[in-house]
């Protein structure tokens, strides 16, 4: 008889990175997801604007600067030079720093956690469910 082991999950977190083309209103809807797992030094971003929804919230709104900053997020995410000032932060500090509140245009929401096997199919699977 073999012995099966079960994959070792690690915890991870997230966040949406939420649209909010009209700060004092205060409507928003998903346009990314922020996912953080520590045991991975794993951080990675999906980001999509539906500028349908944009439009519907604010028809006057700069989908193309929105759509700059959701970029921004992902290069963030990615290090490297892309990331500008947090080049040389980890995979830690560029996750908190992309959560931190902030009144902009591009918030982000709460922080969840869970626990995966596989934190680019987590990424993938919330950005598919929660953004998409």
């Avoid at 997801?33 to 439009?55: I, N, P, Q, W």
């Avoid at 709460?110 to 953004?131: I, K, Q």
């Amino acid at each position: 008889m073999t012995e099966q082991t079960t994959p070792v999950r690690d915890v991870f977190e997230y966040a949406l990175v939420r649209v909010v083309p009209r700060v004092e209103r205060g409507e928003h809807f998903n346009a990314g997801v922020v996912l953080y797992c520590r045991a991975k030094s794993y951080v990675a971003a999906r980001t999509h604007l539906d500028e349908t929804k944009l439009r519907a919230l604010d028809p006057a709104a700069d989908a193309a600067g929105i759509r700059a900053a959701l970029g921004a997020v992902e290069r963030i995410c990615r290090g490297g030079e892309a990331a500008g000032q947090a080049e040389r932060d980890d995979a830690g500090r560029r996750f908190r720093w992309l959560i931190a509140p902030r009144s902009t245009v591009l918030q982000p929401g709460p922080v969840h956690t869970g626990l995966t096997v596989d934190p680019e199919a987590e990424v993938n699977r919330l950005f598919a469910l929660l953004v998409r």
